[in-house]
């Protein structure tokens, strides 16, 4: 057995090299914590935490999640996925968007390809992230589950504003018809947005 160390054992084994310590603070205080090096990389509004965030929030609805989607700052773009509208969000809507076009993916098509790479390139054992190199140039198919879309805290908020993934649902609706799953989804919320005159007068105008 080698008895060379591996690069990692190396790297900083406290919180500040955990991404929610960047992540989930103001830029200022992750400056304070993470050192001047994490200026890419501090507060909510950047791609990589936007990336990250929206990985972890997709796989599982931690209360942080549920803290970060109440952020109502407008400032700030989505880094990750300029091809969404409306433009103008909240970071915790961006954050809710860029969760939910990770959870019901179910298939991609066209020119762009998924970016992987560390967190923090200084960070031995950071994590990876991943983005697509250019949105606007990718077909993405989403899809969600019948039995369990009801209970689903990601789909769940965004009913309680469809605008904020207007597109997604749209996705979503025309998916089911074209591979015909739509009315598997009766009795749900989502298939009643679906029905709602308002959300056919739109497909309508399309």
Do not use: H
Request: hydrophobic share 30%; aromatic share 12%; with cysteine.
């Amino acid at each position: 057995m080698s008895s060379y160390k591996t690069i990692s054992s190396f790297g900083p084994s406290n919180i500040n090299s955990n991404p929610l310590g960047y992540c989930l603070v103001n830029k200022l205080e992750s400056l304070f914590d993470n050192g001047p090096s994490s200026t890419n990389l501090s507060g909510p509004y950047n791609k990589n935490c936007q990336a990250f965030m929206s990985t972890v929030c997709a796989n599982k609805w931690y209360d942080f999640c549920e803290t970060e989607s109440n952020n109502t700052d407008t400032y700030y773009p989505n880094n990750i996925d300029t091809s969404c509208s409306p433009p103008t969000r909240s970071v915790g809507e961006i954050l809710l968007y860029n969760t939910a076009a990770r959870k019901y993916l179910t298939d991609v098509y066209g020119n762009c390809n998924l970016i992987q790479e560390p967190f923090d390139a200084n960070v031995a054992n950071s994590p990876i992230i991943s983005y697509w190199s250019d949105p606007t140039k990718c077909m993405r198919i989403y899809e969600v589950d019948p039995l369990t879309i009801d209970n689903d805290e990601v789909m769940n908020k965004i009913l309680e504003k469809p605008r904020i993934a207007l597109d997604i649902l749209v996705n979503i609706y025309y998916t089911a018809r074209r591979k015909q799953t739509i009315d598997a989804l009766k009795n749900t919320k989502l298939y009643e947005l679906f029905q709602s005159q308002r959300f056919q007068n739109y497909l309508n105008s399309l």
